[in-house]
């Protein structure tokens, strides 16, 4: 081991059976297989120099180190890369610094890594942790990789512990499969976090992910990964990690979607390009949530499976761009997006406005105005005016419902009369109706002037079109004595004449405001 690292050269000590060479199987390895720990730290910390030409660096495969490894603290210059070892202790690497640090499909009881600096990579592919691993204010100078990782809790329920993680290029987490709760607050990533195809499972509290202000550059990927088999051998990166996949998978790849068991918070985050939610499924007790108060984003691509139960929180959040299903809301009770902020909406699939308006009911259970106008406002910024009088219609209907018998029935009124002034066609047409009946009752009339002298010509046309029209005189009313049933036709058409002018009004006035 002492001449491999000198010469740079990978020290093998693998038997070459696929069942022996398996770290993660639970059988003892030959003693010839062991090196111990404090060895590999004199190695790493204080190493002799390399031969003439060659280039230091610890390179293992299928070797068992014994002990804790224990580097905290310490600066390891030479590359590191553990192919397929097992550590028999956990392995401590606090406020260590790497230039690169890769285990690939290692046997980890513990990583305990706070405050660890590398320059370039960590890679922690395929390896499985059974208690836990803490990556708390770490700084990783370009990328973190940690597909197919397998990471059980540690004493607090957690399996990755990485609040305030840095990392200055993508964090790789596909495939991942995790028993505990995910913890990113406050991490930052520097271009893209994809967790395609990756289990997260929490049996054990309210969050499998809890990544409040989280910090994205680019995307965030929450959505199916394609994984070939063909590729499980590969020593070097990507090491056969699953691939994003588009609606249509590529033959011979098996896909595997999102799935999150327990709640997901990202409240707070900022993600400079998406958050991508195609075919994710949220499995949630009714007590769970998820969670995107106040994020803010581009483009939201929500299209996931409808959650079953839990809550679905886009209070206060700000998006540019909605990309939605109609089938991937859920139902009354189980959406809140008080203030929710968007300005264009991109439904894929059948998405008709009744069913828009059953999403915006679903999230207010009492009456708020201001999802209505927000839907309206972006129908409307999207030419698609008479949508936006529909929306806005609907607002005025579900207002009906929270006022006073009076104010209800004023309201009935106004909906069967012009439809709160958002179809004033409607007036035209009633004011045509009544006109049309009073001068045809009138004609059958011939009242007596109440000054015989001081009046005009009889017109029962033009009489009754002056009763039905208020303020404006057109010279008949006033100058006609009207008996018995007479009066009443005239009450009514001027009382009808007042109502339909007020509700054209009213409409106007709201057309005038939303210009």
Same mark, same amino acid.
């Given at each position: 081991?002492?001449?491999?690292?000198?010469?740079?050269?990978?020290?093998?000590?693998?038997?070459?059976? !696929?069942?022996?060479?398996?770290?993660?199987?639970?059988?003892?390895?030959?003693?010839?297989?062991?090196?111990?720990?404090?060895?590999?730290?004199?190695?790493?910390?204080?190493?002799?120099?390399?031969?003439?030409?060659?280039?230091?660096?610890?390179?293992?495969?299928?070797?068992?180190?014994?002990?804790?490894?224990?580097?905290?603290?310490?600066?390891?210059?030479?590359?590191?890369?553990?192919?397929?070892?097992?550590?028999?202790?956990?392995?401590?690497?606090?406020?260590?610094?790497?230039?690169? +640090?890769?285990?690939?499909?290692?046997?980890?009881?513990?990583?305990?890594?706070?405050?660890?600096?590398?320059?370039?990579?960590?890679?922690?592919?395929?390896?499985?942790?059974?208690?836990?691993?803490?990556?708390?204010?770490?700084?990783?100078?370009?990328?973190?990789?940690?597909?197919?990782?397998?990471?059980?809790?540690?004493?607090?329920?957690?399996?990755?512990?990485?609040?305030?993680? *840095?990392?200055?290029?993508?964090?790789?987490?596909?495939?991942?499969?995790?028993?505990?709760?995910? *913890?990113?607050?406050?991490? =930052?990533?520097?271009?893209?976090?994809?967790?395609?195809?990756?289990?997260?499972?929490?049996?054990?509290?309210?969050?499998?992910?809890?990544?409040?202000?989280?910090?994205?550059?680019?995307?965030?990927?929450?959505?199916?990964?394609?994984?070939?088999?063909?590729?499980?051998?590969?020593?070097?990166?990507?090491?056969?990690?699953?691939?994003?996949? @588009?609606?249509?998978?590529?033959?011979?790849?098996?896909?595997?979607?999102?799935?999150?068991? *327990?709640? +997901?918070?990202?409240?707070?985050?900022?993600?400079?390009?998406?958050?991508?939610?195609?075919?994710?499924?949220?499995?949630?007790?009714?007590?769970?949530? +998820?969670?995107?108060?106040?994020?803010?984003?581009?483009?939201?691509?929500?299209?996931?499976?409808? !959650?079953?139960?839990?809550?679905?929180?886009?209070?206060?959040?700000?998006?540019?761009?909605?990309?939605?299903?109609?089938?991937?809301?859920? @139902?009354? @009770?189980? +959406?809140?997006?008080?203030?929710?902020?968007?300005?264009?909406?991109?439904?894929?699939?059948?998405?008709?406005?009744?069913?828009?308006?059953?999403?915006?009911?679903?999230?207010?259970?009492?009456?708020?105005?201001?999802?209505?106008?927000?839907?309206?406002?972006? =129908?409307?910024?999207?030419?698609?005016?008479?949508?936006?009088?529909?929306?806005?219609?609907? =607002?005025?209907?579900?207002?009906?419902?929270?006022?006073?018998?009076?104010?209800?029935?004023?309201?009935?009124?106004?909906?069967?009369?012009?439809?709160?002034?958002?179809? !004033?066609?409607?007036?035209?047409?009633?004011?045509?109706?009544?006109?049309?009946?009073?001068?045809?009752?009138?004609?059958?009339?011939?009242?007596?002037?109440?000054?015989?002298?001081?009046?005009?010509?009889?017109?029962? !046309?033009?009489?009754?079109?002056?009763?039905?029209?208020?303020?404006?005189?057109?010279?008949?009313?006033?100058?006609?004595?009207?008996?018995?049933?007479?009066?009443?036709?005239?009450?009514?058409?001027?009382?009808?004449?007042?109502?339909?002018?007020?509700?054209?009004?009213?409409?106007?006035?709201?057309?005038?405001?939303?210009?």
């Amino acid at each position: 081991m002492w001449q491999a690292f000198r010469n740079g050269s990978t020290y093998d000590l693998r038997v070459h059976d !696929p069942l022996a060479d398996d770290p993660m199987v639970d059988r003892p390895w030959v003693p010839e297989r062991t090196v111990r720990a404090r060895v590999v730290a004199l190695l790493l910390l204080s190493g002799p120099d390399a031969l003439p030409g060659r280039v230091a660096a610890l390179k293992m495969r299928g070797v068992q180190i014994i002990g804790a490894l224990d580097l905290s603290g310490g600066t390891v210059v030479p590359f590191v890369e553990l192919t397929g070892c097992r550590f028999g202790n956990e392995l401590l690497l606090s406020e260590c610094r790497f230039i690169t +640090l890769r285990l690939i499909g290692c046997a980890i009881p513990r990583l305990e890594a706070a405050r660890l600096h590398t320059e370039g990579d960590l890679h922690l592919p395929r390896c499985r942790i059974e208690n836990g691993m803490r990556l708390t204010d770490a700084q990783i100078g370009t990328d973190l990789l940690i597909n197919q990782a397998v990471v059980h809790r540690d004493r607090r329920n957690r399996a990755i512990a990485a609040d305030g993680l *840095s990392v200055g290029q993508d964090l790789q987490a596909e495939l991942i499969e995790t028993y505990g709760e995910v *913890s990113l607050r406050g991490a =930052k990533i520097g271009v893209s976090l994809s967790l395609r195809g990756s289990r997260l499972r929490n049996p054990y509290g309210k969050l499998a992910l809890n990544a409040p202000q989280l910090t994205v550059e680019r995307t965030l990927y929450l959505t199916p990964a394609g994984l070939s088999s063909s590729t499980y051998g590969n020593a070097t990166p990507p090491y056969g990690i699953g691939r994003g996949i @588009g609606h249509t998978p590529a033959r011979g790849l098996r896909v595997q979607r999102f799935e999150c068991e *327990s709640g +997901l918070r990202l409240d707070d985050g900022r993600f400079g390009d998406a958050i991508d939610l195609q075919d994710a499924r949220f499995t949630l007790e009714n007590d769970q949530q +998820l969670s995107l108060r106040r994020i803010q984003t581009p483009e939201l691509r929500f299209l996931c499976e409808r !959650p079953e139960r839990g809550k679905v929180v886009l209070s206060g959040a700000r998006i540019v761009t909605l990309v939605d299903k109609s089938t991937s809301w859920p @139902g009354p @009770g189980g +959406l809140s997006m008080g203030g929710f902020v968007y300005e264009n909406l991109v439904p894929l699939g059948h998405f008709p406005l009744a069913r828009r308006l059953e999403w915006v009911t679903a999230a207010t259970p009492e009456y708020a105005p201001e999802p209505y106008e927000r839907l309206a406002a972006v =129908k409307r910024a999207g030419g698609e005016d008479s949508e936006a009088r529909e929306v806005l219609l609907a =607002k005025q209907r579900r207002r009906r419902e929270t006022l006073p018998l009076a104010g209800k029935a004023w309201g009935i009124i106004q909906d069967w009369v012009v439809a709160y002034g958002y179809r !004033p066609g409607r007036a035209a047409l009633w004011m045509a109706v009544l006109w049309a009946a009073g001068a045809l009752a009138f004609s059958r009339y011939d009242p007596d002037p109440i000054k015989a002298e001081e009046h005009p010509q009889w017109s029962a !046309p033009l009489y009754a079109l002056d009763l039905l029209v208020p303020v404006i005189n057109l010279g008949q009313d006033g100058y006609w004595r009207l008996e018995g049933g007479w009066q009443w036709a005239a009450a009514c058409l001027i009382l009808l004449g007042w109502i339909l002018a007020t509700t054209v009004a009213a409409g106007a006035s709201r057309l005038l405001r939303r210009g």
